[in-house]
C-alpha cells in the first residue's frame, strides 16, 4: 500500500479542497485530491464565477442602454444569450485549466470518484481510510492518510411541493446551463443568491418575482441596505412579495407555473429555488467514525478539527458563512495547525461578505440591530454616494456608506455599503477590521481623489458629525 499512503486525502476539489491541497503540498505533504466531478467545485463550474461573468454581461447591457447619458449613442443593441453563455464559459474554462496546471505543479494526485471513509482495518487502527468509487467504474482504491480534509460542499435546498426538476422547478445551478432566457421566473429566496439572479434576469429584460418568507429581502443584512435594494428593485419592475408563509403548486397552464403565494396567484414560465444550500454530509461515511452531524452540518473547533482529532472539515459542509473565501481561510487554517503552526480561528466578524446585486452591496460585521441587541452603545456615521465625486463621474449616485463604532471604546463594529463597486471596497473595510482600526484611524487615511474609496474618509468622519462633504444627518435611504 506504499503508493496509496499519503500526509492528508481532500474529499471535494472546490474551493477549500484544493486550497487546502496547495497548502498543504507547499509544507512538504503528500497530497492526494478526491473529486468526483471537476476540480473547482461547484464556484468555479456552477457558482461564483459563471454568475459572475452572467452578471457583467447583464450590467454591461444595462450600462449600454443608458449610454445617452455620457454622450454616447447608439442603434440595434440586443441581447445574443448564446454569446453571453460563449463568454462565461470562455472565463471558466480559463480559471478551469489554470487550476489543473497549478494542482499538477505541485504533484497533487487527483483521483476521479466518491471518496468514502472507512472505520478502523487492517490499513489503520482509526477511522480515516479513504475508499475510492471510481467515476470510470474501475474497482474502489484505498487511499490511507495521516489526516483527512472534508471539503464536499453543498447543494440547493428543495422545498416541499416545489421538487428540482431542472425543467420548470430550476436551481441557480440550472439557470447557468440556460440555453434561452425564460420570459418570465418566479424566485424563491430574497437572499443573496436570489436577488442577485433577480438583477441578472431584470437587466436582460425577464419579468422577475422574488418570494421571500422573512419580512424583507435580505434579512441578514443591515436593514436599511435592504430596504433601499428592495426599493430599486421594485422601481426596476421585480415585484417583491414579503412575509410569505404558504406557497403551493397548482399545476402548469398556458406554458407558466402557477403558484398559490398565501392569498395570491403568481405565474411563471420558471420558479427558480434560491433558499440556500444544504451540506453534502451524505454517503462519504460519517458513520464510520466519531464525528457529529447538528443541524444538517458537521461540527468542528476554531481549528476545523472534527471529534475525530485527525480529521478536519472545511466550506460549506460545516455551516455557518457558505463563502468561498471562508472556505479558502478555513483550508489554510486547518492545514496550517495540522503541520503544528500557530494559527488563529476565523474570526466570523472579520468576513466580508459580498452581494453582487445591482447597485452591489459589502458588508463586514454587525449591523445597526445586531450591535443593539447585542448590547452596545453605538455611534453611526453615514454619508450619501451622491456626495462623492466619483459616483457622478460613474452616473451611479444611488447608495451609502454607514460606519458603525462601538462609543465606549471607539472599536469598529461593522461597514456597510450599498452602491457602486461596493463588493471591491469592503476589502478596505476587511484589512481596517483585521488591524483593529477605529472610524478615526480609517478618517485620517490619504485617499485618491477622484474615487470611491474617499466614502470611506467621509464615512469615518460622518461618526463625529464631522464630514466634509455631506451632512452627516443628511438622509441617506431614499
Not at 507547499?26 to 476540480?39: C, D, F, T, W, Y
Not at 433601499?228 to 402548469?252: F, P
Not at 440591530?369 to 466619483?390: C, H, T, W
Request: hydrophobic share 40%; proline share 3%; with cysteine.
Amino acid at each position: 500500500m506504499a503508493d496509496s499512503s499519503y500526509d492528508v486525502v481532500i474529499l471535494g476539489a472546490g474551493v477549500g479542497g484544493y486550497v487546502a491541497a496547495i497548502r498543504a503540498a507547499q509544507l512538504g505533504m503528500r497530497v492526494a485530491l478526491v473529486e468526483r466531478e471537476k476540480v473547482g467545485g461547484v464556484c468555479l463550474h456552477k457558482g461564483c464565477i459563471p454568475s459572475k461573468a452572467l452578471l457583467k454581461s447583464a450590467e454591461l447591457y444595462n450600462k449600454m442602454k443608458q449610454s445617452m447619458k455620457f454622450g454616447i449613442h447608439h442603434t440595434g443593441l440586443e441581447v445574443d444569450f448564446a454569446e453571453v453563455q460563449l463568454y462565461k464559459q470562455q472565463v471558466v474554462n480559463r480559471l478551469y485549466q489554470g487550476l489543473q496546471q497549478l494542482l499538477a505543479q505541485y504533484q497533487i494526485d487527483i483521483f476521479h470518484g466518491t471518496g468514502r471513509i472507512l472505520g478502523p482495518s487492517i490499513f489503520s487502527p482509526q477511522p480515516g481510510t479513504i475508499s475510492v468509487e471510481h467515476s470510470d467504474k474501475r474497482e474502489n482504491q484505498i487511499l490511507v492518510p495521516q489526516f483527512v480534509v472534508i471539503a464536499t460542499g453543498s447543494q440547493p435546498r428543495s422545498l416541499p411541493g416545489l421538487k428540482i426538476d431542472g425543467k420548470e422547478i430550476l436551481s441557480s445551478d440550472h439557470l447557468q446551463k440556460l440555453e434561452k432566457l425564460p420570459a418570465s421566473v418566479v424566485i424563491m429566496g430574497g437572499g443573496a443568491i436570489g436577488v442577485e439572479w433577480a438583477t441578472l434576469l431584470s437587466d436582460f429584460g425577464v419579468h422577475v418575482t422574488i418570494v421571500e418568507t422573512a419580512d424583507r429581502i435580505l434579512p441578514f443584512e443591515d436593514e436599511e441596505i435592504a430596504s433601499l435594494l428592495q426599493q430599486l428593485l421594485t422601481k426596476r419592475g421585480v415585484r417583491i412579495y414579503t412575509g410569505i408563509r404558504h406557497v403551493t403548486r397548482m399545476g402548469r397552464e398556458n406554458g407558466e407555473t402557477l403558484l398559490a403565494i398565501d392569498k395570491q396567484t403568481v405565474s411563471a414560465e420558471k420558479v427558480v429555488l434560491a433558499v440556500g444550500r444544504e451540506a453534502n454530509v451524505d454517503d462519504i461515511g460519517l458513520g464510520n467514525t466519531k464525528i457529529v452531524v447538528k443541524n444538517g452540518c458537521i461540527e468542528v473547533n476554531e481549528f476545523q478539527q472534527t471529534a475525530e482529532a485527525h480529521i478536519y472539515a472545511v466550506g460549506d459542509v460545516v455551516g455557518g458563512y457558505q463563502l468561498a473565501h471562508v472556505a479558502a481561510r478555513e483550508a489554510m487554517i486547518a492545514i496550517e495547525h495540522m503541520a503544528g503552526r500557530q494559527v488563529d480561528g476565523l474570526d466570523r466578524n472579520c468576513v466580508p461578505r459580498c452581494i453582487f446585486s445591482r447597485p452591489e452591496i459589502g458588508s463586514i460585521g454587525l449591523s445597526e440591530n445586531q450591535a443593539k441587541e447585542l448590547g452596545f452603545e453605538i455611534k453611526v456615521g453615514k454619508i450619501p454616494l451622491r456626495s462623492i465625486g466619483k459616483s457622478l463621474v460613474l452616473a451611479e449616485e444611488e447608495g451609502f456608506m454607514k460606519i458603525i463604532t462601538d462609543r465606549k471604546t471607539e472599536d469598529l463594529l461593522g461597514v456597510h455599503m450599498i452602491g457602486a463597486q461596493a463588493t471591491e471596497l469592503i476589502a478596505q473595510a476587511g484589512l481596517a477590521k483585521f488591524l483593529d482600526a477605529t472610524a478615526w484611524e480609517m478618517s485620517q487615511v490619504v485617499y485618491p481623489h477622484p474615487t470611491l474609496a474617499e466614502a470611506f474618509g467621509e464615512a469615518s468622519l460622518a461618526v463625529e458629525d464631522g464630514a466634509l462633504y455631506s451632512m452627516s444627518r443628511e438622509k441617506v435611504v431614499d
